[in-house]
DNA sequence: CGGAATTTTGAAACCTTTCAAATTGGGTGG
DNA sequence: CCACCCAATTTGAAAGGTTTCAAAATTCCG
């Protein structure tokens, strides 16, 4: 018993909410028991889907998923990503339907999001404004940014989250993303982001191999394109 | 009295809050005396300021305002728009920090948004909804769209939520924007906007004279780019 | 080992930006 | 009411970044 609430503890998921707010006692029990029933889904399986009711809220325990719009002419727009700890379809008014579809980008593990009590209100608050920002990240990315910078802004936005929910080495994190996914990201081809990313690696910038990045020089390329780390909340 | 309570209901923020949800006697009492309170601010005027504390959430009663990042040298991405019924600074969580600068484009009157009783924060919830769904849509025209494409997708949102709040006459409603300013919200040159531009009156797809607008068909248009009305809930 | 998915390459076409200058338009003061 | 000025729009030409298409090379997975 022991074993397992440390283990639960140590999951990306709760690390994360953790670090939203501070957890108290039931409100970890609550995300506990919640975990007990997690639901798996496949590469490619839709969550949610735009235009349809959206379903009960629910909390990325392990892998990645992405919100999309699709386009009739199969192009898509990747508008965030979602990562252990994130919440999807957290809402504050009645009857919502969704604005875009969340599909799963590998395998992924879903638990309900509890909502018990006024401690996990306030992490879903702050879980949602974090959202926000990194909509607002993506959108002056897409608008301001050259292909490279772009690309780069995109990877430091992982290296700050992974870092937050503990799926980071130091510089060194996951990406389970294809160089098209990546594409469908920043609103490139594909064909321009594998050569964006040939100049980046040949310029020092990064390691990509075997699905691990690493940045060379985090605080450096952050600093290159104006970037400073999302903050929502003074405290 | 009575011809003031006519007008107060006819004001474009009232009415489209009113479309937002049903709101009881206490809420417009709220609303009007909220009103009371208005104050007044121009063009370039910074509402909030990036990174900086939020203020109290506000309700705007006329003119236009927009969510802005700025980068060093000069260029700013307007994120999204402010029309009157709008709300700014809403928020879930405490000790809030703006995560995007808020400048007014026009004469701007804001006033306190009243929050008291539950019928306002069903309201608040559903312009919340809203707002993300806008941002999403924003994020796809810059992804996903060409030029031409752009202007029209945003242009077309002008109209769809310009009609909710009663400021639009059939296909025609007022658009307080240069081109340059709406080089900065398409992710565009102000050069590419003034070309893109003429090819669509050219086309016959719009006029545009003394800062108003006419969509010649606005279903027309938005079958050609994809677009459907923006939704949130099933209500 | 074989087959599918992914990454890589080249060259040409395309869209968009940049720069600089001319033109138009709207508002103000004389 | 006209002259003037500043802001906004318009124009041209050249440079630049990105896309497209098609095909080759590589990697991954069963």
Known sequence: MLRRALNFEEQP???????????????LIALERALGAASR????AEIQVEGEPMAEPRL???GWAARARMVSDGRQQYLSFLL?????????HPDPLASSTVVALTDLVLCPAPS??????QVY????AYEEAYLLDQIARLGLF???????????????????????QGHTFAVPLTQERLADATGLSTVHVNRVLQQARRGGDLVWQHGRVTLNDPAGLAARIGRAPVRVSRS
Chains 1, 2 share one sequence.
């Open 146 to 168: 050259h292909a490279s910078e772009r690309i780069t802004s995109l990877l430091l936005e992982f290296h700050e989250r992974l870092s937050l929910n503990g799926m980071a």
């Open 41 to 44: 889904f496949g590469p490619r």
């Open 125 to 128: 608050a702050m879980s949602r």
């Open 116 to 121: 018990d009590g006024p401690t996990l209100h």
């Open 60 to 62: 990325v325990v392990s």
């Open 84 to 92: 252990p700890g994130d919440i999807i379809g957290w809402c504050y």
């Open 13 to 27: 998921a709760i690390r994360r909410l953790r670090r939203l707010a501070p957890l108290d006692n039931g409100a």
